[in-house]
Every structure is written in structure tokens, then in C-alpha cells.
């Protein structure tokens, strides 16, 4: 099956630094790649929807100028999250979906945990 | 608003126990109904169900919808202690959007 990677997965960074999370479709072309955060014990909650060529859309609450996000080939998406504060420390996660399939089927990433100190 | 409610949010059974896991939602486009298990990590795939009444199995693993109803359950039957996991319902909107339930903990004791 299809396949998305994410880089890195584990990152500890200081309050107030920048940290840049990469998501990467292996073997296929995705248009659109979502990014979402999970805090533990809760589900995902989508952050923000990532499309080529374009600007995100972010979810309510979410903001862009915190969390960026650019989505600048068919394969690949960047989430930037500026001035990182702790409470920013959680797990991302991405996925995409393979519109080239026939059950357009959304692959995720294995995450990357953000600890910020 | 799209939701998705699952339940229960958690169940505590014992190895070879049959457990059946449910989905509720309302959602204004619906494309499809994933379940995905996840442990320590990203979620991993289980089913994509888009059409009423027709079970998907795998091992021991079977889920169903009915778009009547607006709902799904995921059955798991002869239960291991590698079932464990938190098993997570999603709606897949007609713009590829997922929206989650809550999950369900599943633990399965020894």
C-alpha cells in the first residue's frame, strides 16, 4: 500500500525556537495532505488542510501564523511551529489521500512527537 | 455540525471475549466510514465502509454500515491481549476530510 513518511519523529526543542516537520507521500501525487495534533489520551484534531500550489486552510481555533504550512510539491508538506511554547508539545500527525486509488484511501504518517522544553 | 460518536469509550474483557465496538454519526456529506486502530503511534488502517449491509472481515476482525441508521460497529471476536488498542471511527466527508470520534479503549486482559 501506499506509504507517508514523516521526518523527524521524535524532536525536544526549547521555548521559543522553530521546529519544521516534514510529510512526505513515498509512491504517490497528493494534492492534499492534512495535518492534525493529538494531545494524549484524546483523538486527532485536524489543524489545517494542506493543498499544492495554494495556502492551507486552518481549522477555527488554529493559528496560521503559528502553525505554518506549506505544501510546495506533490509530494511533500511542511508544518512550521514558530515560537514553540509547551503546551505546543504533542504529536503531529499527517495523511493523504491517494485520490489515484479507488477507495481513496487516507494514509498517515507515523507521526512526530514535539516536546518542547 | 458532522459528528461522530462512539461507544463505548472504554471495555475491559477477557482474552477469547467477543467484542463489538460502535459508531453513530451525522454528517451532511458522507463519503465513506473508516475504522483505524491505534496504539503508540499513528493510526493504522482497518476498513473503509461505503455501502450499506455488507460486512468486511478481516481475520478476526468485521465491521458493517448501515447508512439507514447512520451507524457502524466493529466486531472482534476470540480476543487477544494484541487487540488492545484504542479503536477510532472517522467519517471521510466528499472533500477527503476525516472527522474523528473520540475512540474507544479496548483493553483485553491475559
Known amino acids: 500500500g501506499a506509504v507517508v513518511s514523516q521526518h523527524p519523529s521524535r524532536v525536544i526543542c526549547k521555548s521559543g525556537t522553530s521546529v519544521k516537520i516534514e510529510c512526505r507521500s513515498l509512491d504517490f501525487q497528493a494534492t492534499t495532505m492534512f495535518w492534525y495534533r493529538q494531545f494524549p489520551k484524546q483523538s486527532l484534531m485536524l489543524m489545517a488542510t494542506s493543498n499544492e500550489g495554494s495556502k492551507a486552510t486552518y481549522e477555527q481555533g488554529v493559528e496560521k501564523d503559528k502553525f505554518l504550512i506549506n505544501h510546495a510539491s506533490l509530494t511533500l508538506s511542511t508544518l512550521t511551529v514558530t515560537s514553540a511554547h509547551p503546551e505546543d508539545s504533542s504529536f503531529y500527525i499527517c495523511s493523504a489521500p491517494d485520490r489515484g486509488s479507488a477507495l481513496y484511501e487516507q494514509y498517515f504518517g507515523p507521526g512526530t512527537r514535539l516536546t518542547v522544553t | ?110
Request: charged letters at 20%.
Open chain 2, 1 to 110: 455540525e458532522d459528528k461522530v460518536v462512539q461507544s463505548p469509550l472504554s471495555l475491559v474483557v477477557h482474552e477469547g471475549d467477543t467484542v463489538t465496538l460502535n459508531c453513530s454519526y451525522e454528517v451532511t456529506n458522507f463519503r465513506s466510514l473508516l475504522w483505524y486502530k491505534q496504539e503508540k503511534k499513528a493510526p493504522t488502517f482497518l476498513f473503509m465502509l461505503t455501502s450499506s449491509g455488507i460486512e468486511k472481515k478481516s481475520g478476526r476482525l468485521s465491521s458493517i454500515l448501515d447508512k439507514k441508521e447512520l451507524f457502524s460497529i466493529l466486531n472482534i471476536t476470540a480476543t487477544q491481549t494484541g487487540d488492545s488498542a484504542v479503536y477510532l471511527c472517522a467519517l471521510m466527508d466528499s472533500n477527503y476530510q476525516l472527522i474523528w470520534g473520540a475512540g474507544t479503549k479496548l483493553i483485553i486482559k491475559p
